[in-house]
């Protein structure tokens, strides 16, 4: 069973339905002992990383979601509560991955916003088995984490190259909407509930 957090922050309807397109198991759910004890987990986000932080924190799940041992996916805002700390409030974060989430700095032709599809490279991890290297996934966002060791994928907009996907021991995340993202997108959920 994959658990998704409920932490009134998530894009939610889109995440149910790739994973239900997938034939995947789910439930939405802010209860500790479910989480714990679910196959994998997903914290999805979007909006505002400093208002999602707080809706986390709310719920009491932060040394929770630190503990666990399974799989857990972040997703866009999700993945970026998973840094260490976002210049979006600016905002501490759980510090899972050890980088930094900054505003992308403005720059002919390299629209803020980054929004629509683009490519990844630099793939590594089995999160990616089967997606080819340069493969279209779809962003929305304003913000991104810095590259660091626990870089796994890359993306490039304008003159910044930064983090399109991060992984340290259990936890990964993407940047990038996997759930929005067409077939490359499946393949990426796909392998996460493979691990």
């Known amino acids: 069973m994959i658990a998704i957090i ?3 922050a998530g894009n ?3 995440v149910k339905n790739a994973l239900k397109r ?5 439930e939405l759910t802010a209860d ?4 714990r004890a679910a196959d994998k987990v997903i914290l ?3 909006g505002n990383a400093a208002e999602a932080m707080a809706s986390l924190e709310k719920t009491g799940l932060t040394g929770l979601i630190k503990s666990l041992r399974q799989p857990v996916l972040g997703i866009c805002v999700g993945l970026q509560l998973m840094c260490r700390s976002s210049e979006e409030g600016p905002v501490g974060c759980l510090s899972l991955f050890d980088c930094r989430v900054r505003r992308f700095p403005e720059q002919p032709g390299a629209k ?6 683009n490519g990844i490279g630099n793939l590594d991890s089995k999160l990616f ?5 340069g493969s279209y996934v779809y962003f929305v966002h304003s913000y991104c984490p810095d590259l660091c060791p626990d870089t796994i994928a890359t993306c490039r907009h304008g003159d910044v190259l930064f983090s399109a996907a991060l992984r340290w021991e259990n936890f990964y995340g993407t940047q990038f909407h996997p759930e929005k993202s067409g077939g490359v997108g499946a393949q990426i959920l796909q392998n996460f509930l493979a691990l």
């Open 44 to 46: 999805p986000g979007v």
């Open 32 to 35: 500790p002992a479910v989480i």
């Open 22 to 26: 997938l034939g995947a198991v789910y």
């Open 12 to 14: 939610i309807c889109s």
């Open 112 to 117: 803020v916003p980054h929004m629509g599809w």
């Open 6 to 8: 409920d932490y009134e």
């Open 129 to 133: 088995k089967e997606v080819p290297e």
